[in-house]
């Protein structure tokens, strides 16, 4: 017994330990991609939307969990990821047409900017059609570039940072905690 007591208070406990052990879920199991993300990232206020403003939405093809996150440029120039929505095993043109219809019912009035991983141009075994192909018939027209992992991952590294003016140069809505445990490793 002595033997253990001593091991034990040699070794720290993991966050995964506290997630998976204590049911503590303010450790986060996942290792962080960026850690540059901070308290200060997250909106104090909810993040709302303007009549007419320009919005951008991002795609993400998975097989069984597409995504759609949706964010806008603010007055200060801070990127503002406002909503994500995921898919739940199903095709990419009945998710994109639930992606519109939530477009059109909460953000009447904005522009689209649509853009997506460059695996949106590939044929799978779903379909005949690309991904792309897929979202163009329902009047969404993603566009997008082969981009090596790093450079995108170094844009929003430096985008989490403070600015010069002392402002985050991007925020995440305070009430999408599933964008929020994500940035912290969850």
Known sequence: RAASTSTSARCKPTPGWYREY?????????????????????????????????????????????????????????????KVILGEDEDIRA????????????????????????????????SQQTSRQMLNLIGIYPVGRKQELAEGATIIRNKLKIRVDGQPGLLVDLREQYLIDLFKGG
Not at 65 to 75: A, D, H, V, Y
């Open 95 to 126: 998710f994109g047409s639930r992606v519109r219809n939530y477009c059109l019912a909460e953000y009447p009035g904005a522009k689209y900017i649509d853009a997506d991983d460059i695996a949106g141009t590939q044929v799978n075994d779903k």
């Open 22 to 82: 204590d049911i503590n879920y303010e450790y986060f199991a996942g290792k962080v991609f960026y850690p540059q993300f901070k308290q200060h990232n997250i909106s104090k206020d909810p993040i709302e939307y303007r009549e007419r403003e320009t919005l951008y939405r991002g795609w993400d093809y998975g097989f069984h969990r597409p995504c759609c996150l949706i964010t806008k440029i603010n007055t200060i120039d801070q990127w503002c990821l406002m």
